[in-house]
């Protein structure tokens, strides 16, 4: 009777060999770096609106003209775990020297202008830090209608491109993804009038095939990097560190999309580059060093990813030292290709000084989500591995430090609880389980309404406890309470009613239910994981045996023929595989 675990961070007996998620790379797609504005016009009507710190009740408005300008703004993903090096917005810097190297000095409302972009955006980011998140979408609101103004009265300009990508990007900080949408939707009116030689245009092009990839609106988003790659491919050439931004942005949407090969011609088109500008042994190399060593674990490639990592850890120790936080976060992206790769007591090692490394060095506070995930994964390797006892220990400090930042009672502590009691499940102490489980489902209960879904994933792993102490009864009422929830929630075909119903059968089997009834529920099964999993999945084999046994039982011979011969097939299927 398999239960699934929470979502987020589950604990379950996976493969050594199975890839696990991504803690490393500090994605530059993922986040969004705002490159430097280089404007050549001589005059600029766009007005940007301010919030001033001492009231937000009142907005002011500034003017200026201006031919040109920069900022320099990162609205960062909290995946975003290692700090690079790389500074996507020191190349366009450059970049903009260059271009005013070439023309007359720029007349004074070039910074101002300059100016007001990069306050604008701070205000917007400090509103958010200071929760004051209503404020900073009023502010963002009050810049788009005028320059709305602007457009709607014939303005299609490098400024009012300029200025609708500070306000996307700060509905991006926000995380209002439908205000993102839509103000790209205008944005993209405006860039597709603007000429390939605006000078601007490639920062906000790159700035567009973000979002447009965090929105998961792919092809877009490549159409935004491709029109830039091609706009400095022709000013600066095929090897200029300025294609480094847009690579990376095309590589990750082309690894998301399923198109790996191609994936991995760009990221080391990426790594050639840098090799050549910075060299070899340039901080700038992690982003892509990680980001194609993580696809290739994603595509069963670890061997090849192991190498990558080392060298990443080779940059990071010759860059900060072994006692530095950010050579422990590398040490723990070692730590994940070894887990790839089989070897599970190099990466319990590894993982190890990983932790000590960053809580030493006081890299992250103890609560931080990262930590807690690194212990997870690592309480996750030692139960594969059969030290139990070492992994319920880095779980019971999960749950501690949880309770010691938000308090005893916290839904946050929901998890660790579960994990907790799935450990001690596993050692067979049912009786500590079952009293871990009551009190998740105790605290979700005082936190959510009775029938949201999340209430289940602690209702259900109780009743599987329950029923493993022979306390059926019980058992029974959760897993129908979870029934009528889930179906309600997910729909009556979906797979956590699945996983509820093939709990439920066993349950009913010792309670004594009809046959008939628990076939019903088994086929009910079938359907789900035929639709989920395939005809030919495990969980497809598994449930036909059980199928199977209950035609039988009923006296269906000629349904339980059909089905034997279908049972047969898989089991040869899966026994040639053991054997490979």
Known sequence: MAVSLLHHPPLSNQRITQAFVDLNSRSLQRGITCLSICLQKQKCSIELYMMPTTTVARHWMLK?????????????????????????????????????????????????FERQLQELFD????????????DAMDLLQANYE?????????????????????????????????????????????????????????????????????????EKSMLEYQRVIAIVERIHGKGSAFLVSPLLGMAKILGSIGKATKAIEVYQRVISILESSRGAESKDLVVPLSGLGNLLIKEGRATDAESLFNRILSIYKESYGEY???????????????????????????????????????????????????????????????????????????????????????????????????????????VQAERLLRTSLEIMMKSVRPDDSSITFPMLHLAVTLYRLNQDEEAEQLTLEVLRI???????????????????????????????????????????????????????????????????????????????????????????????
């Open 64 to 112: 200026t003209f201006a031919s040109a300008g920069s900022l320099n703004a990162e609205v960062e993903c909290q995946e975003n775990h290692i700090s690079s090096g790389f500074s996507t917005s020191n190349d366009f810097r450059s970049r903009s020297k260059t271009v005013a190297d070439s023309s007359s000095k720029p007349p004074d409302g070039v910074n101002d």
């Open 123 to 134: 205000e917007v980011k400090m509103m958010i830090k200071m929760g004051n998140k209503n």
């Open 146 to 218: 005028f320059v709305k103004e602007q457009i709607n009265a014939g303005s299609r300009g490098i400024e009012e491109a300029a200025t609708l990508d500070i306000i996307a990007l700060g509905y991006m900080a926000i995380g209002d993804l439908k205000s993102v949408g839509f103000i790209l939707n205008k944005l993209d009116e405006v860039v597709e009038s603007l000429k390939d030689d605006e000078p601007l245009l490639d920062s906000v092009l790159i700035h567009m095939g973000s979002m447009y990839s965090a929105l998961g609106k792919f």
């Open 324 to 430: 530095d936080g950010r050579f422990g976060m590398a040490l723990c992206s070692v730590a994940h290709v070894k887990c790839a790769t089989g070897n599970a007591e190099e990466a319990i090692n590894l993982y190890r000084k990983a932790l000590q490394v960053i809580k030493d060095a006081d890299y992250m506070a103890l609560d931080d989500s990262i930590m807690e995930r690194m212990r997870i994964d690592l309480a996750e390797l030692l139960h594969v591995v059969g030290r139990g006892n070492e992994g319920r220990e880095l779980l019971e400090e999960c749950l501690l430090i949880t309770e010691k930042y938000k308090g005893k009672d916290h839904p946050s502590s929901v998890t660790h609880l579960i994990n907790l009691a799935t450990s001690y499940s596993q050692s067979k102490n049912y």
């Open 486 to 580: 889930r179906e309600k929630a997910f729909g009556k075909d979906s797979l956590p009613v699945g996983e509820a119903l093939d709990c439920l059968v066993s349950i009913q089997t010792r309670l004594g239910k009809p046959e008939a009834e628990l076939l019903d529920l088994l086929k009910q099964v079938l359907k789900i994981q035929e639709k989920e999993f395939g005809y030919e999945s495990e969980e497809v084999m598994r449930t036909l045996k059980k199928v199977v046994f209950y035609l039988d039982k009923t006296g269906r011979k000629d349904e339980k023929f059909s089905m034997q011969k279908r049972l047969s097939v898989l089991r040869m299927k899966y026994n040639q595989m053991m054997q490979y």
